[in-house]
């Protein structure tokens, strides 16, 4: 069998001495690499953090109010989003209510319930 010059070069029996350094080598390998995906991934939040700021949103002068949803709700939704987005600029466009058709529903328990076996 034809060995690497360094792979022919190694003892058979390596020292303490030889054993530690090879295992500091690889340490330091291994944290060395890690170091360098920790500042990339630094780097590149960095850079989205410094991402310019929404423009200030304007009112939209030809939006009709909603009349069937409570302002309550309206105000409870704007606060969950500014709380969410920790203050960061938004800008909330539409806020409906939901049909009150139970098609979905409905459609839904009957693939539930075609999905077991009748007894």
Do not use: C, K, Y
Request: net charge neutral; aromatic share 6%; glycine share 6%.
């Amino acid at each position: 069998m034809i060995l690497s010059p360094h792979l022919s070069q190694l003892p058979a029996q390596p020292s303490l001495s030889e054993l530690l350094e090879f295992q500091a080598t690889g340490l330091v390998v291994v944290v060395g690499a890690l170091a360098l995906l920790w500042f990339l991934l630094e780097l590149t939040g960095a850079f989205f953090r410094r991402r310019t700021a929404l423009p200030a949103s304007v009112p939209v002068e030809s939006a009709v109010p909603d009349d069937s949803i409570n302002q309550g709700v309206v105000a409870a939704i704007a606060a969950a989003v500014h709380v969410t987005l920790q203050g960061r600029p938004h800008q909330i466009t539409e806020i409906r209510a939901t049909d009150a058709n139970p098609t979905w529903a409905a459609e839904g328990r009957r693939d539930h319930f075609s999905s077991h076996r009748v007894r």
